[in-house]
């Protein structure tokens, strides 16, 4: 095949990532194929939203309090429309730590420890618990529902905070 016949459109390097139209040569004297190359650029929106996925990424273990109080309340909210009546069943399960801890011989078979940590780790469920419950009875941002999630938010960072600081400094 002669160099005259030969298309030069496959012989053209084209750059990685780069999106190629190929238009057909058209037909006549002396009109030449041409291969027309558009880089591909991320738009703003697309390149924000990996910034933003990166970040989030790279923070993931200092999010998890953020993270676990937005699925919280999104199941809660999901509860409140399918199946309110379940909101008594979540409070009476949250309260279950609590009733072992002050039940003398539950107590007894979960003595070993810090009984401060016992304690703490069952009010945080009965807390929870009892928010979870009210929060599927009357929906997740009915009245002060909603300030006490945003109260409760602001105390899981906190304590997830210091959690991290006091294993960090035990560990190393």
């Given at each position: 095949?002669?160099?005259?016949?030969?298309?030069?459109?496959?012989?053209?390097?084209?750059?990685?990532?780069?999106?190629?139209?190929?238009?057909?040569?058209?037909?006549?004297?002396?009109?030449?194929?041409?291969?027309?190359v558009v880089p591909e650029r991320p738009s703003l929106a697309g390149r924000a939203l990996a910034t933003t996925g990166r970040l989030l990424w790279h923070h993931r273990l200092a999010l998890l309090p953020t993270g676990s109080a937005l699925?919280?309340?999104?199941?809660?909210?999901?509860?409140?429309?399918?199946?309110?009546?379940?909101?008594?069943?979540?409070?009476?399960?949250?309260?279950?730590?609590?009733?072992?801890?002050?039940?003398?011989?539950?107590?007894?078979?979960?003595?070993?420890?810090?009984?401060?940590?016992?304690?703490?780790?069952?009010?945080?469920?009965?807390?929870?618990?009892?928010?979870?419950?009210?929060?599927?009875?009357?929906?997740?941002?009915?009245?002060?529902?909603?300030?006490?999630?945003?109260?409760?938010?602001?105390?899981?960072?906190?304590?997830?905070?210091?959690?991290?600081?006091?294993?960090?400094?035990?560990?190393?």
């Open positions: 095949m002669s160099s005259r016949t030969r298309p030069r459109a496959r012989t053209m390097k084209v750059p990685a990532g780069a999106t190629t139209v190929r238009i057909p040569r058209q037909r006549g004297r002396r009109q030449q194929s041409f291969v027309l699925v919280l309340l999104v199941l809660t909210a999901v509860l409140h429309v399918l199946a309110p009546w379940a909101g008594v069943l979540v409070a009476a399960v949250g309260l279950l730590p609590l009733i072992a801890l002050l039940i003398p011989p539950l107590y007894r078979r979960l003595v070993g420890g810090d009984r401060v940590w016992k304690w703490g780790a069952a009010a945080v469920a009965a807390v929870v618990g009892l928010w979870s419950g009210l929060a599927i009875l009357f929906g997740p941002l009915a009245g002060p529902l909603e300030v006490l999630w945003f109260l409760g938010l602001l105390a899981a960072h906190g304590l997830w905070f210091a959690l991290r600081r006091m294993t960090s400094k035990e560990t190393g």
